[in-house]
């Protein structure tokens, strides 16, 4: 398999590296610049790309020199120089990477790990020269969407996470050591205990101390309408009494309205629910009170159609005790109401790759108080406040080429300095289409500033797109900041944003933060 080089822009053909840019008054003047491609086909060889899935490239220092490396997978796993994205190393795999790809340091001697999750049960702990530490199978069979990293316990140790991606209604979450053990109480929930789950099929992770009693809860939303909560031991979280005489997460369902939570089922056909299999959730104190609340968006349906109707997405706010979050002035008792046109474009992956709604936690305007960002299947960008409603021009609607175009998981960063945070996402068309998607920056308020087009495909004459997060990051102290994508078929793209110096990265990668645990970055 050869380590083929990708060149930088300055030599690539005109084709590959050419990009027009859209710029709209929509947004204002604005101090930062239109984003500038510097290099394309990040780890493809030399004639072609593997296909890339949902994973955000992780910046990581893998050599300690004091400038960070590029880490992506799509099978193969690779490592990039940042500057012109020549190849370091590549690490063969014979699976795909959907969910991003975890650093951190796990053993504790000052160098990265790289932690992948692959089609067929492989969770792989790579060291920082790409050469493997050790390999897992969590569960036996299924993919391994879900990978976050952690310290559990509160022991200064890192452990892994994982989350499965089949069918089986208990054992959808293992969690690891950094040396590979399997930790005592997991996979969970366990045979045999009460609740209801099934597989997680997206990044479907979130790990915080929602108690502050010093050790890490973890969120796993499943192909139900269910979630799983776990304490740091593979046991149950408990609920508000409210729920009784039903004890623990999984045996609360999720409903559109809180009455038919407390009741227990849904009357079908007027009353819906909603699906949390593609759900990855997001952890963080949306109003600044000191109190962290969960998010999770889920397909809401109509259960009572044959087949079941996907109908909207939409946020779901919780407490740690599974109720729902309720304050003096917020009250997400009530989800918000859906647009006319909130419905799916279309849930047909051989007419487009899926949308997926993961949850993303940033002040926009400055008031200290969080909104809740994600991409849906109706083709927008959505921004909720706590108020649990769209302020400006949000949502933003995903502009062509192509008959349905969707967009990937934001970053937000204040790209400027000014205390109004701007919005960056790619985009991708419909398979049929032939066309290429974009790299956009809005302002807080959903206007949009620049529009960027992101490379063809290689070899040319397919669709292409960014369908993971961006990663936005400085590669030197006070320096402009740089945004990586993971493309769906012209590998590692990367772009240096002007007049950036200034920049404040609230939400900078997929997930949140290198973790992939589904918070802000401290």
Request: some cysteine.
């Amino acid at each position: 398999m050869p380590n083929a080089r990708p060149l930088a822009c300055a030599v690539l053909l005109a084709a590959a590296c050419s990009s027009s840019t859209v710029r709209t008054p929509s947004a204002g003047p604005v101090a930062y610049g239109a984003p500038e491609l510097l290099w394309a086909r990040g780890g493809c060889f030399e004639s072609w790309c593997q296909t890339g899935w949902y994973a955000s490239p992780a910046l990581a220092d893998l050599d300690g020199d004091g400038v960070p490396e590029v880490v992506w997978g799509a099978s193969d796993v690779v490592a990039l120089r940042a500057s012109d994205g020549a190849l370091l190393w590549r690490a063969p795999g014979s699976g795909r990477v959907w969910a991003p790809i975890a650093v951190a340091d796990l053993d504790g001697d000052g160098k990265p790990e790289i932690v992948v999750g692959r089609n067929g049960d492989l969770l792989t702990v790579y060291g920082p020269d790409g050469q493997v530490r050790w390999s897992r199978n969590p569960f036996g069979a299924g993919e391994l969407r879900s990978v976050a990293v952690a310290d559990l316990d509160g022991d200064g140790k890192l452990e892994i996470v994982v989350g499965r991606a089949s069918g089986g209604d208990t054992e959808q979450v293992a969690a690891y050591s950094a040396a590979g053990v399997l930790l005592p109480g997991f996979p969970a929930r366990r045979a045999g205990e009460p609740g209801n789950g099934w597989g997680m099929y997206n990044q479907n992770l979130a790990i915080a101390d929602l108690d502050g009693d010093g050790t890490r809860e973890i969120v796993a939303p499943t192909d139900t309408h269910y979630v799983t909560a776990l304490d740091r031991l593979g046991n149950q979280l408990g609920v508000n009494a409210r729920y009784a005489p039903r004890a623990v997460w999984a045996e609360v369902g999720v409903h559109v309205d809180d009455a038919v939570d407390l009741r227990g089922y849904a009357l079908c056909g007027t009353e819906h629910r909603p699906n949390f299999a593609m759900s990855a959730p997001a952890i963080g104190d949306l109003d600044g009170e000191g109190t962290k609340e969960i998010v999770v968006v889920g397909d809401v349906y109509d259960c009572g159609s044959d087949p079941y109707r996907s109908l909207y997405h939409m946020p779901f706010v919780l407490n740690r005790d599974r109720s729902r979050w309720k304050t003096a002035a917020y009250d997400w008792t009530v989800i918000p109401s859906p647009r006319a046109d909130a419905g799916p474009r279309s849930q047909d992956d051989a007419v487009i790759f899926p949308a997926l709604p993961n949850a993303v936690l940033a002040d926009l305007d400055g008031d200290g108080k969080k909104e809740i960002l994600f991409a849906s299947w109706d083709g927008k960008v959505h921004a909720f406040g706590p108020d649990r409603k769209e302020h400006g021009a949000w949502p933003f609607t995903v502009p062509g080429p192509g008959a349905i175009r969707f967009a990937s998981e934001p970053a937000v960063v204040d790209l400027d300095g000014d205390g109004q945070a701007e919005v960056i996402f790619a985009s991708w068309p419909d398979v049929a289409s032939g066309a290429t998607g974009k790299l956009y920056v809005l302002d807080a308020l959903g206007r949009l500033a620049y529009a960027v087009d992101l490379p063809p495909s290689f070899p040319a004459g397919d669709w292409n797109g960014g369908l993971g997060a961006p990663t936005v990051a400085r590669l030197a102290p006070g320096g402009d900041v740089y945004v990586f994508l993971g493309t769906a078929q012209s590998g590692v793209v990367a772009f240096r944003i002007p007049h950036s110096a200034g920049a404040r990265l609230l939400w900078p990668t997929g997930r949140g933060n290198l973790r992939r645990d589904g918070t802000p970055p401290a």
